[in-house]
């Protein structure tokens, strides 16, 4: 009979008028029966498919025409409720395709003719079909009629199951409608019948929990809205209920998405795309597919996005199709590819109008609004943001709204009408809160305080700017790697500038300091948070196998670096005859030490992931001012003084007991902060690199004085009163020659430059002028910003032709909460504290060897590892073992790499990436004296996180740190730290010894130092060279002794090498002749390279 009806339909659609329809119709009466309506719906939606819609519209009118006829009162009942249940099935499966607007009259018949014959099962069901088919296409007023119909039939006819069910679709509809309050009462007084005792339907509650959970989330109460997913997701696992399963863990993903936690959202959607593919949930998938786009959209990942977006087009749904196109074009768009964007976001407009999808509209042309904004034509972008406004305040989408609102206010701004602006940003953070969008509500709440700042509207910027920090700081907790919590505060760095300027503008300095402090350092504070709070915790499983995978690539670099000699640090023991060979070996070694430094720091990621604090998305939250007030309230004399430098000005708040003062330096962060990158700490990086390293200081300096890139320049010609610089396009240009030499001697000199310096830095901080309002003062504790982080305080001049260090005691934290969690930690319980010392462990600074033979006698200790004793794992033993630790070696910043900064050991290295893994955990560990270069030296971000090994220690569990802040000389350090170490021992705490010690050395004169020192540092420079003369000689021995093609030749090759360096190193040394240099010097370490590079942080 099938093929007699699609002979009919056809005859049917060859039909030119309705005299012809009722002609056929009439000739073929014994086939208008129920069963023909569902064979003419797929031939409609074939129709609607391959677009012929006048046909597809024709068949469709005509099944409602037939069903009215076959469901009349004068048919048999039977012939009617076979009709009314057909016409149901076709407003179902029309009710998800282009012919949806048929389902509204299907379901409209069906409702009369199953009210007329008394079937109330029949008329719930219309009434269902009808009310989701409206919230699914946005008319949720509608929706709600038919649920509330829905509700009533199953409260007559007393089935709680189905009632139950009405309620969730009340609860959604109200969901959507933005009246999340009563959608929450709906849900919940399903969830009552879903867990009565009578119902006891395990998989009911699994469907109510899964839906209770998204008006939370649209209320910004996402701790509420996770936990409902969650108990969703342990029943639906518990009864294996796949569909909900993966539902719960899409809608824990949109939760996280929203939050802007995007790795964690991609961990829920990529399981619940696993669980939809597996169970063949097309709509599930395609969800999950178009979610992880968005993710990988605001990760700026944008060809991944578009592939999980070009994906999800391949659905038969035109939402969905819509949807995807949307977000390809948006993709496009934020690429900077506008037309290709806008191809695809027009492409997004034609379906959702065509199929009346108004929240898909709406986006589409928000959509529209940004590719057109972002090319700076902003008339057209207003009207597309207005018209997403009006349908969005239609239906009451409310996200819509507040993203249609922030649009149009940054809009107004840019074409510079402020008032616009701000009455849009307003109208806009009244839905876009910090909980319920963070991600706009940041965003928004920025633009709002930054015109209220430009205006001088403090107090407005400060309230715009709170809101925007609340939300920073929710997004910030939830990323779950360092790198991705280092973007969000990288990208809200002007709003913490401008509310601390904000707020010292309205004299408010104690709010100042306060976001000033929360500011900065903070993944330091994650880091010893994450090491205090689980200091006695087990190390889990999953990271002791990848410490292991850790330390075993840490293993293979040490061979690298130690079993080869660098050209850099031993010149001219290379054959010339074979330096391409060397040179291409050489290179493949560096290599292959960047490969396993990346693998390295992937592993080091992949255990921070495992960390409690970024795993469980744990806030550490920032100091209020009381425990800031804390920090010094019990001493009288004690300040804090903390820098912070915005555009304008480079801040000194002063916190004293209650009180907080500000000073005023002058200089912001172009005047300051860049003077000290360009004068000191570039410097400072070229004069440490090895000759054949270095590029030429001419065209750097030149750049920087013309402001260009040096690569540019092709040469700069030095002459009388002027310097011309000649470009490699053929230009050129003149510059001072006084300003040009200047600025070139401390490049050249930047060890002899330090004094005039130091000088300008004290001029450039008004030193004398935030002197006067500490009096009474006797201890700063200097918390630097940026680049003062690398300056020694204790050696800034004062007018008085004194220090600062010597008005002052002076301990140097890179936060006041560094400090906090320094305080939290409890007392050392040990009676007797026991002092280890680790010295010498390359065996080539011999006086490195003097300053440990004191200490040990100072502490009379046998806890002591030297030269080739000094393995890693000794070095990590004795930590354990020791309360206090001298480590006396060479040590290097990575200015490239700050997790690769080392301690350098005898069989190895201990990295800063090693202190902050879980492996380094001391929790009774009280002092660290880092004799080393650079161990408080690192690279300077905008987020102010100084990651040196000393704030490596602190966070490894050390209360103190005495560290460095640059190279510093092997015979002065030997010295400063005997003074420091006999002070200690006389019961002076950190600051008084680090200062008494500094004051020692620089006051020592050459007759002192001859009569007290010489001597016995004479004799110990002969024994070591003595010492390393004989290690070569028998290293040669054995090297002779072998044959070359043996396995171990090559390392006893690389044995006598470094035995032969070492010796030469010393007999260097003694050549010089420091030591009598210095006796006949006044005071031989007057300058402050020997005496000011070593600071103390930590606890007094």
């Not at 005859?11 to 009722?22: D, G, I, T």
């Not at 409260?155 to 009246?179: D, H």
């Not at 200091?535 to 293993?555: A, D, F, H, M």
């Not at 555009?647 to 907080?660: M, S, W």
Request: charged share 25%; with cysteine; aromatic share 10%.
């Amino acid at each position: 009979m099938e093929q007699e009806f699609i002979d009919l339909i056809k005859q049917l659609l060859a039909c030119r008028n309705q005299e012809e329809v009722n002609k056929v119709l009439s000739t073929n009466q014994q086939l208008i029966v129920p069963s023909l309506l569902p064979v003419m719906a797929q031939a409609a939606e074939y129709l609607a498919n391959n677009d012929n819609f006048d046909g597809a519209k024709f068949l469709s009118n005509l099944i409602l025409k037939l069903g009215i006829f076959l469901g009349n009162s004068q048919k048999d009942s039977t012939i009617r409720k076979e009709t009314a249940n057909v016409l149901l099935e076709i407003g179902v499966r029309w009710s998800q395709t282009s012919l949806f607007t048929f389902t509204f009259q299907c379901c409209q018949q069906t409702i009369t003719i199953f009210r007329e014959i008394k079937d109330r099962m029949g008329e719930l069901a219309s009434f269902e079909v009808l009310g989701v088919t409206y919230g699914s296409h946005g008319q949720y007023k509608q929706a709600i009629e038919c649920h509330q119909q829905c509700l009533e039939i199953t409260r007559e006819i007393k089935n709680r199951e189905l009632e139950a069910g009405a309620l969730v679709n009340l609860g959604l509809c109200y969901t959507l409608l933005g009246q999340y309050q009563q959608a929450i009462e709906f849900f919940q007084k399903a969830l009552e019948i879903a867990q009565s005792q009578e119902i006891k339907d395990r998989e009911l509650e699994a469907e109510v929990l899964v839906n209770i959970g998204i008006p939370y989330r649209y209320l910004g109460q996402f701790d509420q809205a996770i936990k409902f997913h969650k108990q969703s997701l342990e029943i639906a696992r518990e009864i294996t209920y796949h569909k909900i399963e993966a539902g719960s863990l899409g809608n824990l993903g949109i939760c996280y998405l929203v939050l802007g936690q995007y790795e964690r959202a991609i961990d829920f959607l990529l399981q619940q795309l696993k669980i939809a593919q597996k169970i063949g949930d097309r709509q599930g998938e395609a969800n999950a597919i178009a979610n992880l786009g968005l993710c990988y959209l605001c990760l700026e990942k944008y060809e991944q996005a578009i592939e999980y977006f070009q994906i999800a087009r391949n659905t038969s749904d035109p939402r969905g199709q819509a949807k995807a196109l949307g977000n390809i074009g948006f993709a496009y768009s934020k690429q900077g590819k506008y037309e290709q964007g806008i191809d695809f976001l027009q492409q997004q407009l034609e379906i959702v109008q065509k199929i009346e999808d108004f929240q898909g509209e709406g986006s589409a042309l928000g959509n529209l609004g940004f590719a057109y904004s972002s090319q700076e034509k902003y008339e057209q972008a207003i009207e597309f943001y207005q018209q997403s406004l009006t349908i969005a305040e239609k239906i009451e989408d409310r996200q819509t709204e507040a993203v249609a609102l922030g649009n149009l206010g940054t809009t107004y701004y840019y074409l510079e009408q402020h008032k616009q602006a701000i009455a849009h940003l307003q109208k806009s953070l009244k839905i876009a809160t910090p909980k319920t969008m963070p991600v706009d509500c940041a965003r928004n709440a920025d633009s709002l305080g930054y015109l209220f700042f430009i205006q001088g509207n403090w107090e407005d910027a400060i309230k715009a700017y709170t809101q925007a920090i609340e939300a920073t700081e929710i997004l910030r907790t939830g990323r779950k790697t360092d790198n991705s919590r280092q973007e969000i505060l990288k990208n809200a760095i002007r709003v913490y500038n401008n509310i601390i300027q904000s707020f010292v503008n309205t004299g408010q300095y104690a709010q100042a300091l306060t976001y000033a402090e929360q500011s900065r350092n903070r993944q330091l504070v994650d880091l010893m948070y994450s090491k205090d709070i689980y200091s006695q915790g087990e190390t889990r499983p999953e990271v002791i196998k990848l410490l292991q995978q850790y330390e075993e690539i840490q293993r293979q670099l040490d061979n690298l670096r130690f079993n080869n000699k660098s050209p850099n640090y031993y010149q001219g023991t290379l054959d010339t005859t074979n330096s391409r060979q060397i040179s291409a070996s050489w290179q493949a070694r560096n290599d292959r030490i960047t490969t396993l430094e990346a693998d390295k720091q992937k592993i080091y990621r992949q255990i921070r992931k495992f960390d409690e604090v970024l795993a469980e998305g744990l806030a550490v939250n920032p100091l209020e001012l009381d425990k800031l007030q804390n920090l010094v309230r019990d001493r009288a004399t004690t300040a804090i003084v903390s820098f912070f430098s915005t555009l304008e000005d480079t801040y000194a708040f002063i916190l004293v007991g209650n009180r907080v003062d500000l000073h005023h330096c002058g200089h912001g962060l172009d005047d300051l902060q860049r003077w000290l990158l360009e004068n000191w700490f570039e410097p400072y990086v070229w004069s440490g690199m090895p000759e054949s390293d270095r590029p030429p200081s001419s065209p750097i300096v030149a750049a920087k004085l013309l402001g260009c890139d040096p690569n540019t320049i092709d040469s700069v010609d030095p002459e009388i009163d002027t310097v011309t610089v000649f470009f490699k396009d053929g230009s050129s240009q003149s510059l001072d020659e006084s300003e040009f030499e200047k600025l070139e001697s401390t490049y050249l000199f930047w060890d002899e430059q330090m004094p005039s310096n130091l000088k300008e830095i004290s001029q450039r901080l008004q030193l004398d002028k935030l002197v006067e309002k500490l009096t009474g003062i006797q201890e700063l504790i200097v918390i630097p910003h940026l680049y003062l982080h690398q300056i020694p305080f204790a050696a800034l001049p004062l007018a008085d032709n004194k220090y600062l260090g010597d008005q002052f005691l002076i301990r140097t934290l890179s936060s006041c909460q560094t400090l906090d969690f320094c305080t939290q930690r409890p007392p050392i319980s040990t009676p007797t504290p026991a002092y280890g010392i680790v010295e010498n462990t390359r065996e080539d600074l011999p006086f490195s060897s003097f300053e440990a033979q004191k200490v040990a006698q100072i502490y009379n200790t046998d806890k002591y590892l030297q030269g080739n004793k000094a393995t890693v794992s000794n070095y990590k033993e004795l930590l354990k073992e020791v309360q206090g630790l001298l480590s006396s070696h060479h040590a290097k910043s990575r200015f490239d790499n700050s997790l690769e900064s080392e301690l350098t050991l005898a069989d190895g290295r201990i990295t800063l990436s090693d202190l902050l893994s879980p492996a380094f955990r001391f929790p009774d560990l009280d002092e660290v004296f880092l004799s080393c270069c650079e161990t408080n030296l690192g690279t300077t971000e905008i987020t102010d996180d100084t990651m040196t090994l000393n704030t490596g220690f602190l966070c490894a569990g050390a209360r103190g740190v005495i560290s460095s802040l640059w190279a510093v000389n092997d015979l002065a350090t030997s010295l400063f730290s005997f003074f420091y170490h006999q002070k200690r021992k006389t019961g002076f705490n950190r600051p008084q010894a680090l200062q008494k010690a500094q004051q020692d050395l620089r006051h020592l004169t050459g007759k002192e130092f001859e009569r007290e020192y010489y001597q016995e540092l004479e004799q110990l420079l002969n024994k070591k060279l003595q010492l390393a003369s004989q290690k070569k000689a028998a290293a040669k021995q054995k090297l002779d002794g072998c044959a070359e093609n043996a396995p171990e030749y090559q390392q006893l090759q690389f044995e006598y090498e470094e035995r032969e360096r070492v010796e030469k190193k010393i007999s260097k040394i003694i050549k010089e002749e420091p030591l009598k240099k210095a006796c006949q010097k006044e005071h031989p370490f007057e300058h402050p390279e020997y005496w000011s590079g070593f600071i103390c942080a930590g606890l007094r």
